[in-house]
Antibody, heavy 118, light 110 residues
Framework: QVQLVESGGGVVQPGGSLRLSCAAS????????MHWVRQAPGKGLEWVAF????????YYADSVKGRFTISRDNSKNTLYLQMNSLRTEDTAVYYC???????????WGQGTLVTVSS | QTVVTQEPSFSVSPGGTVTLTCGLS?????????PSWYQQTPGQAPRTLIS???TRSSGVPDRFSGSILGNKAALTITGAQADDESDYYC??????????FGGGTKLTVL
């Protein structure tokens, strides 16, 4: 069965950096686009970034463009999110999800909490 | 700035039918936006219900259905059950690799 396991969350000061990972199993990772989606405490879901199956194209929400970088290592079945210049408003649970092929998030991980605070 | 609109809250009686909607602030939602729907209970990851307007994900009961109603995407729950009490989110594909979530609807079954 599909499994997505996020890691790398934690507490970081404003202006700091963090790298999240998402380990995938149960499907052919190298043939699926992947998303990052976040949820601030008590708030709704926010799409963050998408990477095509081969890493050839990457897309970002305006709120993170220029600060976050999505990447993947298909040899390791792992998705990444490098987060730089973090702000307090980036505090959220970050979920990875695989793309179902017709522009939707098919399966979701359990999420990892990022807290940006001084 | 694209805004995807959802009702903030809704209530339904057990066994009743409810339709949640997903709209756009400045356009009509069509199948070209590939609307999808997600269910989330507190402390849990989202669960995918509907993709591509009306395709149920594996394991999703057939009391959940998706459609386009007028100028909005819609999620209808027919014969609501107590464990349908959740937050429901839609997301629209805006093209050019961009997705936008609605603000979510908190559904109460009582």
């Amino acid at each position: 069965q599909v499994q997505l396991v996020e890691s790398g969350g934690g507490v970081v000061q404003p202006g700091g950096s963090l790298r999240l990972s998402c380990a995938a199993s149960g499907f052919t990772f190298s043939t699926y686009g992947m998303h990052w989606v976040r949820q601030a405490p008590g708030k709704g879901l926010e799409w963050v970034a998408f990477i095509r199956y081969d890493g050839s194209n990457k897309y970002y929400a305006d709120s993170v463009k220029g600060r976050f970088t999505i990447s993947r290592d298909n040899s390791k079945n792992t998705l990444y999110l490098q987060m730089n210049s973090l702000r307090t408003e980036d505090t959220a649970v970050y979920y990875c999800a695989n793309d179902g092929g017709i522009y939707f998030m098919a399966y979701w991980g359990q999420g990892t909490l990022v807290t940006v605070s001084s | 700035q694209t805004v995807v609109t959802q009702e903030p809250s809704f209530s339904v009686s057990p066994g009743g039918t409810v339709t949640l909607t997903c709209g756009l602030s400045s356009a009509s939602v069509s199948t070209s936006y590939y609307p999808s729907w997600y269910q989330q209970t507190p402390g849990q990851a989202p669960r995918t219900l509907i993709s591509g307007t009306n395709t149920r994900s594996s394991g999703v009961p057939d009391r959940f259905s998706g459609s386009i109603l007028g100028n909005k995407a819609a999620l209808t729950i027919t014969g609501a059950q107590a464990d349908d009490e959740s937050d429901y989110y839609c997301v629209l594909y805006m093209g050019s690799g961009i997705w936008v979530f609605g603000g979510g609807t908190k559904l109460t079954v009582l």
